[in-house]
């Protein structure tokens, strides 16, 4: 089955994840879509305009059960159960002011929210995002991070200025040095 750019809300897709029975698109410039697996019709994901016309990066669900949205516009959490979203942005959290492009939960259950200005955490004991709070000489300050699970309870994240890798507590951390002769061979 083919799904037209102008179904979809927008041509390029970013994210697509499975939630609630259904799997919700993300789109560049087009918001996000709902696909009912079981009639595969599509329909515009439209509970809140944001939603419509929005440029979204990332989709996942919690550990809670809810969907994630990094966008544009700060990052929406949806819960089917109660058919209510929430939308952090500047004004209701310490979360930056640009472009959502990376979400991850760890092991906490807290959420790891990249950014273009910066690295936020969401803490899911006090349901806030906070940009502050990090170590001394912490990577947080990286833009366009993508951060993902690693061995143990450990996360690495990536960007175009290098390899970061810390522990969920934030005890140890830092710059991962890649072996130049090793990583010439993988060029």
Known sequence: ???????????????????????????YDGGVSVLNPSNLQVKR???????????????????QNELWMGSNQGVFVYN???NKITNYTQDNSQLYNSYVNNL????QGRCWISTQMGLCIYNPQDKIIRSS???QNFFNKESELN?????????VCFSFNGLFKTDEGMAQF??????????????
Do not use: H, W
């Open 1 to 27: 089955k083919y799904y037209s750019p102008i179904e979809l809300g927008g041509g390029i897709v970013t994210s697509v994840c499975a939630y609630n029975n259904e799997y919700y698109i993300a789109t």
């Open 45 to 63: 994901f439209d509970l809140l305009q944001g939603l419509i016309y929005g440029s979204f990066s990332k989709l996942v669900v919690s550990p």
């Open 80 to 82: 089917a159960k109660t």
């Open 104 to 107: 991850m939960f760890d092991r």
């Open 133 to 135: 709070g990090f170590p």
């Open 147 to 155: 951060c993902t699970q690693g061995d143990g309870n450990n996360i």
């Open 174 to 187: 830092g710059l991962l040095k890649l072996n130049r002769k090793v990583y010439n061979n993988y060029i």
